[in-house]
């Protein structure tokens, strides 16, 4: 089954909804980066939160999501411009981290508690709009619906989750967000808690397969749903971008590239494609600076 995200409205109890299914783009995360299994889950929790949290815009604004909470996976970061592409990266790839008393993958273990989540919105203004805030448990899912409650003041909640098979496969991968509205009751609060209290993993639901819409009607038996987007795992690096990049370096640290390595390799970190630049490339790109 393709990856794909869903909007949706439960009017009768003043509250928006989104659920995504990402397993094949984790997937080719996996394989890009070599992904131990406690990394997958963290990065692909990352990366469904971002995707819902970018279909809560429809202006296409570029959303740079950074978690850094001290512990061993380093920082990771998620890139999307809410149309349904997202790259991403991990630190470090090779974490693998367990709960003794469940088994489960820990991520929390592997992201950390020290440090923080920022969102920033680049939506072409002169400034783009960054909230960050502390960390809660470096679990991801909790880690958002902090963010949404202290920077957004929208009381929201996510879940999001990924099963991993023992051979490093990504089984499964997705989650949902409930975000209540400004005209919500206690009586909407109540019955959200209650039916979260019980509610199977949204990683098993996905992999039993359950698509994004029969999550949301299992949440909400009267969910309109009001639109649908494919996503993607997609990389826009290029030669000419790591082109650009190089030119920061300034002239004296090219030149050294071309009398010691007599050329240089550039690895993107979101996609670890590999770009090779020789030393007739490095004096054309010295004369022109």
């Known amino acids: 089954m393709k990856d794909y995200l869903v909007r949706g409205l439960v009017n009768s109890k003043n509250c928006r909804v989104f659920a995504c299914q990402t397993t094949n783009l984790l997937e080719?995360?996996?394989?890009?980066?070599?992904?131990?299994?406690?990394?997958?889950?963290?990065?692909?929790?990352?990366?469904?939160?971002?995707?819902?949290?970018a279909a809560m815009n429809k202006n296409n604004e570029k959303m740079t999501v950074t978690i850094n909470g001290g512990g061993p996976i380093g920082t990771m970061m998620a890139v999307t411009c809410g149309d349904g592409h997202i790259k991403g990266f991990v630190g470090d790839p090779h974490v693998h981290y367990t709960y003794n008393d469940?088994?489960?993958?820990?991520?929390?273990?592997?992201?950390?508690?020290?440090?923080?989540?920022?969102?920033?919105r680049d939506m072409g203004l002169k400034e783009p709009f960054c909230g960050t805030v502390p960390?809660?448990?470096?679990?991801?899912?909790?880690?958002?619906?902090?963010?949404?409650?202290?920077?957004?003041q929208t009381p929201s909640v996510v879940s999001v989750g990924v099963l991993v098979e023992e051979t490093n496969e990504i089984l499964a991968s997705g989650g949902f967000i409930i975000q209540l509205l400004p005209e919500a009751t206690e009586e909407d609060i109540t019955y959200i808690e209650e039916r979260m209290k019980d509610f199977p993993a949204v990683s098993s639901l996905i992999n039993e397969g359950k698509t994004p819409e029969e999550i949301l009607k299992m949440l909400f038996e009267d969910v309109e749903i009001t639109d649908h987007q494919d996503l993607f795992f997609t990389c826009d690096c290029s030669k000419d971008k790591m082109l650009n990049a190089l030119s920061t370096v300034g002239k004296e640290e090219l030149q050294s590239m071309i009398d010691e390595d007599h050329g240089c390799e550039i690895?993107?970190?979101?996609?670890?494609?590999?770009?090779?630049?020789?030393?007739?490339e490095l004096q054309k790109l010295i004369n022109r600076l």
């Open 267 to 280: 690895t993107c970190q979101f996609c670890n494609t590999k770009y090779k630049f020789d030393e007739e």
């Open 102 to 120: 469940t088994g489960h993958l820990a991520v929390g273990v592997a992201v950390g508690t020290q440090g923080s989540l920022q969102v920033i």
């Open 28 to 53: 080719e995360a996996r394989k890009d980066h070599d992904l131990w299994p406690t990394a997958s889950a963290a990065l692909g929790r990352m990366m469904s939160a971002t995707l819902m949290m």
């Open 135 to 152: 960390l809660q448990t470096g679990e991801i899912g909790d880690d958002f619906s902090y963010y949404f409650m202290a920077s957004e």
